[in-house]
């Protein structure tokens, strides 16, 4: 099979490959990729290896690196939001002018999701006051979010983004004052829009659209991606929208070979729109269609132990002993989760001591709180486990490096008149001046707050009793310090100022990140945001540099602005236990060897989150508009979830699944959510037939 | 200890260059990729804005010989925020370069293994008439360096090279740079296939010493001027603050201009 597989992999052929993860199929992808870069002769022709998001894109630039003969071939890895954004770039003066922007011939800002989430802020805030949105109880940031999210479905799902209110209403069951709170979003995002054309601002949305609509009919476009790209291969199209999978279906015949790549049981970012029903398409497009299948015993058995757990009715095909050498629970009962992680780290810690490798184990939950990674991360620790997190939505404040850069700022710019906690002083004093111990530190701060200025009092201002208790070496750091500041009042471009503050103050010997390397980075990933802050104004909007500064540091602290900078090294890091969502972990398309599943009575396994303003489903392709969201709809859909996820994760665990179980969960919680039922049963089943037997 | 090179390193402009200026630099920038955002000049809104207006003339330049129409483009370099967008703009439209035929190819990148190493060029165009190969490089310096200056460039030597190579060109290689802020004045090196040759000699010494450096070999640069616009400056205790954009010179910026890695262009 193998052989044939290879062969038909080796040709100018157009292919459609499926078959549950794991299997081989990006294995394919890559010999696919080697065969193209090494084999082919005559004119330089373009690659295009389209993968779902960033991180899917890593074993393609493995396998580039085995190519030692490839001369004249282009190879380009891309997501489809990459090339969107970098197309409608360059193409911006052939469709400015007739896309309803106010300054066509002017360069566009593109926005992030947090930039455009902060422009939402601004048309939403005077909104609230207005008394929209009253009835809902949502965080700012959790409204600003969904409210991006449904200008950004209505675009690369394909329908008019004035119908948002309209669908989201009409699919709706419950009280009619929920119908209002559509009818507010839509003002909201109309208005929205009408702020990104007035101002140049290109937000997710309005880059598909101009690609989708003007882009892709414009002939010099077409001809010249022609040019670019001859090949494709496309891998977990089932992980992207179905606007991708049309515009791949209408290049389809331009190309002169073509491999898509689809997982049968995925689809994990439905709720951001990705659609596993419109890239089956591809199927009926290309020339051959290869079902890849893992069929070891091993394999058959995970398929039948997720699909016996999903359906109560299905006969046992395994005995009990089976599924014990597959799934683990503690051996004895748990009652509080502090305890659990106690348990889990002495599990992980015997592994690894018994030569499993850290990068082969992962622990998974539905959320991973800051509490959970640091109760592990310090249990695994005193026995010089590393633990590295994965959490695609964490905040820029998290960091403490981030909050030593945001008080310094705080601290230069009093006009802001943003308060400052002192204990956040005198932690952040403690941090930037290794010499000072938080007493040091807290004398410091307190004889601040007591001055009420707001700002570091100067060192000759220092009451006697508290500076003849630093030392001469600790007084000069503080007088370096505090001079810097005085010195760097008033520079209002942060990554100018973040940049100064590192490489001038922070960074020197004697301060806190001199030879700290994790330092360098994190600073960078500030000044990244803050750079992409900046330019989202664009030279359009006149705003005064200081406030946007201050706009900037109050996001930061609200948690709008997220850290979702790709942190290569993290990922490579080889010698660390991971901990991540669950989602994250399906996402990473890797598998492990042993699985620490937390929070198992959680309903977050498989239930669409609460969004009072926003719906997956009802804003997917596959939706019949006018139809009603019922409960039955969302136990179907919740049982979906449920099934996907479990055949995932089965498929990615080589050796053993623990169910890490507490009587009491997280929250305090006594919770029995479907998984547990469903294993439960599962245990019951086959403990009452081997009893049977 | 030998430092591990990793094996799909490729070698580009900006990297050998850093290497040349500075071992350690190179160390930490390419084999420890360590990131460290001091500042590279004190006037960095200065140097932010003329690296920004380059970045657009360049895009228009790409967006002419893709095919855009010239009117269109003469208008957003008028509505561009730096008027220097519009006066290069006229400028290279006045000049022999905007009437070039033949196979043209904007912004186009290339790879080739030489001796079991790669290497990486990204070129704002090249083009292939009548046989030759002409590699065109647009610069618009705030100083603009001497034809001493740029013969002797990394880019110059290794452009050629890797052109050649990964073409399988034996022809001479045609070299054209046109700093916009002296059109008139248009250099243009020719490279024989001896010359080309002879640079490819002299990289693949270069690079065989960087393979088999041990680590301790990467040692800091003695030239402590260097260190004024490096932005580990802090890092190896050689200096505060940032030196200002007017002592800048194009060697100081080419360790920036960095050529991407293998090609892949990923987002």
Redesign the interface.
Known sequence: MDAALSTILSSDNKIFLHGEACSGKTGFGCQRLKYLLSEMKGEPEGILVLVSQ?SL?SPY?EA??QV?????S??????M???V??MV???W??IGHISGFY?P???PSFLTLETSQYYMGRIVDPMILKGYFSTVSLTRNRLLSQLVDNLNKAAIVGFPYTEIGKRLSEAWVGQESQKRVYEDAQEAVNAFRAFCLQNNLLDYSLQVELFKDLLWTNP?FRQ?LNRQYVHLIYDNAEEDPPYVHDIIADWWKDFKSALVIQDDMAGYHSFLGADPQSASRFKTLAEKSIHLQNNTQDAFQKREMAATIIDYRKPLQFKLEDIHSFIKQPDQRVRFYPELLELVARDITEKVHGGVSPNGIVVISPFVSDSTIFTLGHELAKNNINLRSLRPSTSLRDEPVIQTLILFAILAHPEWDLSLDTYRITSVLAHAIPEFDLVRAHLITKHMQSTQSGKLPHLADLPQQISDRLNEEQKDRYLTLTNWIEENKGVN?L??F???L???LL???GFGF??N?ES??T??KL?TSYKKFRASFG?QIEIDQSELAKEFVKSVESGLLAATFVD??SEDDVNAILITPVMSFLGLNQAVDYQYWLNIGSSGWYERLEQPLTHPIVLSRRWQVGEKWTAEHDQKLSRENLEKTLHGLFNRCRKEVFLANSDFSESGMEEKGLLTLHIQALFRRALKEMQDD | MKTNIPADFSFSQSNLHTYLRCRYKFYLRYIQGLLWPAQLTSDALVYEEDRNAGIRFHQLLHQYFIGFDQDLLVQMAQNDPDPRVLEWFSSFLLSPFAQLDGELNPEKTLNANIDGKLFTIKMDLLQFVDGLYHIYDWKTSRKIPSRKTLLESVQTKLYPLVLSEALSSNFPIHFHILELNQVDAPITFTFSAPEVAKSRDYFMLLTDEILALEEHEFFRTDKLQICKTCEYRSHCNRGIKAPGISDLELLDMEDYLETGNLNTDLV
């Open positions: 960033r894109a630039q580039l690196k030692k003969t490839y001369r004249k282009e190879v380009s890895i891309l997501t939001s990459g090339l954004r970098r770039n360059l193409f003066p052939l300054r011939y002017e360069p010099i010249y471009f990554d100018d973040f940049s100064r590192f490489g001038e960074s020197q010997p001199h030879l390397l360098g980075s600073t960078a000044i030279y290569d090294k």
